[in-house]
Nanobody, 128 residues
Framework: QVQLVESGGGLVQAGGSLRLACAASGRTFSSYAMGWFRQAPGEERVFVASITRDGGTTYYADSAKGRFTISRDNAKNTVYLQMNSLKPEDTAAYYC?????????????????????WGQGTQVTVSS
């Protein structure tokens, strides 16, 4: 069982930056691939970024490439999402997720169904 708690969301102007963090409980954090998803009102939850258990491989949605960076610190049981050059269309609730697979499959890592545990979400609002 893993419990995930996101933090770091807030209101920021377009062009600004935010760093989201997701703290995991338990001593098996390093055995989980981690992902970030987001969901805007009235829309489905979509993939943003993922990272393998050891942090060696990352994947990004096209909308996040070049602007967002996912990283993890297994010693601190935490995964991060650094978001730069934010746009109004990045406004959404952001969720972190933990999956039991390796996270090395680009196809599977982008699927919400590949993740077993989810946080409660943190709101990001980007004003124009």
């Amino acid at each position: 069982q893993v419990q995930l708690v996101e933090s770091g969301g807030g209101l920021v102007q377009a062009g600004g930056s935010l760093r989201l963090a997701c703290a995991a409980s338990g001593r098996t954090f390093s055995s989980y691939a981690m992902g970030w998803f987001r969901q805007a009102p009235g829309e489905e939850r979509v993939f943003v970024a993922s990272i393998t258990r050891d942090g060696g491989t990352t994947y990004y949605a096209d909308s996040a490439k070049g602007r967002f960076t996912i990283s993890r610190d297994n010693a601190k049981n935490t995964v991060y999402l650094q978001m730069n050059s934010l746009k109004p269309e990045d406004t959404a609730a952001y969720y972190c997720a933990a999956g039991g697979g390796s996270g090395t499959s680009s196809y599977l890592s982008r699927r919400a169904t590949a993740y077993d545990y989810w946080g409660q979400g943190t709101q990001v609002t980007v004003s124009s």
